[in-house]
């Protein structure tokens, strides 16, 4: 063997393999130790950093007006909900919601809390809907006649059949990253709170998050460990040894471990997204580990006479390049989706996957070796003897001799797939919607469509309106303002109602005029609205208009539901409002601006295409760059991406084809895919620049001694790959689910592309980083 600084490397590291097993472990417990502090942030606002100013609006908006992020439970009896048996249940259920851990027992509303504005000879009463016991027959009629005449609820409290009403509970803030424990807490109480003839649902935003946690949770016990196994049992074919099973386990354990440590470590948030992380790392992480047990069997039975030693170095003279160099580029495709990302899940998902794909490097290169040195030189039945092939590269050869014959057909297929795939990037749509996180049989899903079905719905979207000077708001040209942007946004597609505090003077101002419907308006006297409060204040709680209008009643509060949560819907919303605005708003006299949930998601939602294309732009410069300096080739780094580049081309025609959103899962497939698919290109061509360009075989010999050894390898690599991102394929998590099945299909077109496309165009094309020998 030659004396080279890579020789005199691995010396030292077999040399010192007890130390580094040590060293090894300490760093994996040291960072796994960690593991118990990592908190899940599953809110919607999660994916804004605290910096924005979008995100800065909405805190400040949900501060000045009390707004929250509610649990919604509907009560549905299709014989209809006034009568005397399911307003007691509206009661019963109100209060028993305040005595669960997390609810803010003053922010409950239902028709049992809630009040009704009626008109007397002394100006205003606000009184309950009804007293629970008084309760008969007879009263129950008479809410269901209130309700009829107080528009306010109707459609937001009560639908408008009169079969469904909603009870709305927020949380306290000191339970703001506890909604599971809250959703835990209610759903097991609405389990054992049974009523004949009545259902009960509960979802709203609160809900989703706090299912989400639980969700991902279960989902995770059941996908890592299913990895877990996929991969060992791929070991166990490729080299039939314990050690080929157990030592690339070990590195696999370290990099999920440590990358998951110290994103506890350093309190970074478990988002949705990063659920997919630990199976992610499992099947990226075991390729190196792959690739060096079949270089050590096939050295073992190539060389019988080498020690324990010799032969560890020479395994890893010949594979520190080739891993290094395909870990760098996977490093990059993760940073790339941290570099162009603006949302923190996917940007830490990028980091702290990146800081796993190096980890694995750096046990690949020092605990595998080091592992090593611990047993005896071990021959694999799958490697008999250097000429003899097992049944895998027995394959690998057949498809070599394929390649070989039919060199400009295979290139002419990849032009196609070219072209195609370039009709399927125009195609790409941006959508989200959170419901879509959960399957459709899930109760979360089937009670979010009841409500928003049959109320007004469960989506916000919230409008601040300022004014200059306190009591502004009571100008009536102001309120008019107000009105008519109500109307207009209520024609908007998915909007179905509003409330302001303009709902509250129009419905004052009918109850001291005789409850006359004609005076359902906004009377001219700013002194008389004015007055409208404090004769309420007089028998009502005047905190009741808390949500809607401030302390001094400069600005107000204006919210729409709508009953879709999806950005495609969200945005004609936020952008037709918009349009709205800046035409009859934003003056010196009063000014309104959005927020609320449709207007952050589609903020943030719609950075998302951008955010895509960027990263995949940086994944492949990287990887073009690296590729070429290490090959020393442009044409080295060109072919390089070739394979990876037709595989998200490829993948962009299937989701056009299967009408699949580019959404928060699946946006960073392209980055993730050229990563990690670059490994089959990068193995490819430091192989055939070996065999050719070092030791001066023909093509032929070339692509014989090829395809039956690294081609017997990264056909393995391969199905780590393809079934380890496969595994998201099961999982609960459907965002999970897409972004599996993308990265598998885009691995198998990479790993085909590099066993087929490659290769042609060497054959055809003979650059001159082949043809140069040094022998």
Do not use: C
């Not at 020092?366 to 027995?394: C, E, N």
């Not at 290139?411 to 996180?437: C, H, M, S, T, Y």
């Not at 698919?677 to 360009?693: E, M």
């Amino acid at each position: 063997m030659k004396t080279t600084k890579a020789h005199k490397f691995f010396n030292w590291v077999t040399s010192y393999s007890k130390p580094i097993l040590i060293l090894s472990f300490l760093v994996f417990v040291a960072s796994v130790i960690s593991l118990p502090k990592l908190t899940k942030d599953t809110r919607y606002e999660a994916f804004l950093p605290p910096q924005d100013s979008v995100l800065i609006q909405r805190n400040q908006l949900k501060e000045t007006f009390g707004l929250k992020d509610p649990m919604v439970i509907a009560i549905k009896n299709e014989r209809g909900i006034f009568n005397e048996q399911s307003l007691h249940i509206v009661h019963d259920l109100s209060e028993k919601l305040k005595a669960i851990p997390g609810i803010d027992p003053d922010q409950v509303r239902s028709l049992s809390t809630e009040n009704n504005v009626v008109g007397t000879d002394f100006g205003l009463l606000v009184q309950p809907f009804f007293e629970v016991e008084e309760l008969n027959a007879d009263q129950a009629r008479s809410v269901s006649e209130a309700i009829d005449n107080f528009e306010l609820y109707r459609g937001s409290l009560v639908s408008e059949d009169k079969t469904t009403t909603l009870v709305i509970a927020e949380m306290l803030d000191s339970y703001n990253l506890k909604q599971h424990e809250v959703y835990n807490s209610i759903q097991d109480f609405l389990e054992d709170f049974k009523h004949e003839g009545h259902d009960f649902y509960l979802a709203g935003e609160g809900a989703v998050s706090g299912y989400l946690i639980k969700y991902i949770d279960e989902d995770a016990m059941r996908t890592n460990p299913f990895a877990g196994l996929v991969i060992a049992l791929i070991l166990i074919f490729a080299y039939r040894t314990v050690r080929g099973v157990v030592i690339p386990n070990l590195m696999v354990l370290a990099s999920v471990g440590i990358a998951l440590g110290l994103m506890a470590f350093f309190g970074v948030d478990f988002y949705v997204i990063t659920n997919g992380l630990p199976v992610v790392l499992i099947a990226i992480a075991v390729a190196d580990g792959i690739h060096i047990m079949g270089e050590y069997y096939e050295l073992a039975a190539k060389y019988p006479r080498l020690n324990q030693k010799e032969l560890v170095i020479k395994t890893m003279l010949s594979m520190w390049r080739p891993i290094t160099i395909t870990s760098i580029t996977t490093i990059a495709g993760f940073l790339s989706i941290a570099f162009s990302s603006y949302m923190p899940p996917m940007a830490f998902f990028g980091i702290f996957g990146g800081i796993g794909v190096a980890t694995a490097l750096v046990y690949a290169l020092f605990m595998i070796p080091s592992a090593l040195m611990l047993l005896k030189p071990q021959r694999s039945k799958a490697f008999k003897s250097a000429d003899t092939l097992d049944v895998f590269g027995r394959l690998m050869v057949r498809l070599g001799n394929a390649v070989y014959k039919k060199p400009k057909t295979i290139i002419a297929l990849a032009i196609a797939i070219i072209v195609l795939g370039i009709f399927g990037a125009l195609k790409l749509q941006v959508n989200e919607d959170r419901i879509a996180n959960f399957q459709k049989d899930e109760p979360i899903v089937q009670a979010d469509a009841i409500i928003n079905n049959r109320t007004e719905g469960t989506s916000y979207l919230d409008i601040l309106i300022e004014t200059p000077n306190n009591e502004d708001i009571f100008k009536p040209e102001n309120l008019r303002k107000i009105e008519a942007l109500q109307r207009h946004v209520e024609t908007l597609p998915k909007v179905q109602g509003s409330t302001s505090i303009v709902d509250f003077v129009k419905k004052m101002n009918q109850s001291v005029n005789e409850d006359d419907k004609d005076f359902y308006s906004i009377p001219d006297n700013e002194a008389l609205i004015s007055q409208f409060f404090l004769l309420y204040s007089a028998s009502g709680d005047p905190t009741d208009f808390d949500n809607y209008v401030d302390y001094d009643y400069r600005l107000a509060n204006v919210r729409f539901r709508s009953n879709s949560g999806e950005y495609l819907d969200e945005r004609v919303i936020v952008e037709q409002t918009q349009r709205y605005l800046d035409k009859n708003f934003n003056t010196s006299e009063i000014k309104a601006t959005q927020s609320g949930k449709l207007a952050l998601d589609v903020h943030w939602i719609g950075k998302l295409g951008q955010s895509h294309f960027v990263g995949a732009a940086i994944a492949l410069l990287v990887v073009l760059i690296v590729a070429a300096l290490s090959f020393r080739s442009m044409a080295g780094g060109v072919l390089t991406i070739v394979p990876v580049l037709i595989s998200v081309l490829f993948i962009y025609t299937v989701m056009g084809v299967l009408n699949i959103w580019l959404a928060v899962g699946t946006s960073m497939f392209a980055a993730i895919a050229i990563g990690v698919g670059v490994d089959f290109a990068v193995h490819t061509v430091d192989r055939f620049k070996h065999l050719l360009a070092e030791k001066g075989l023909s093509l032929q010999q070339a692509f014989q001694e090829f395809f039956k050894s690294a081609g017997r390898a990264l056909l393995f690599n391969f199905l780590a790959l393809a079934l380890g991102f496969g595994v998201l394929m099961t999982s609960s998590v459907p965002p999970l689910n897409q972004f599996g099945f993308l990265v598998a299909v885009a691995v198998m077109v990479s790993f085909i592309g590099s066993m087929t496309l490659l290769p042609a165009l060497i054959l055809v094309t003979k650059p001159k980083l082949f043809f140069t020998s040094k022998k």
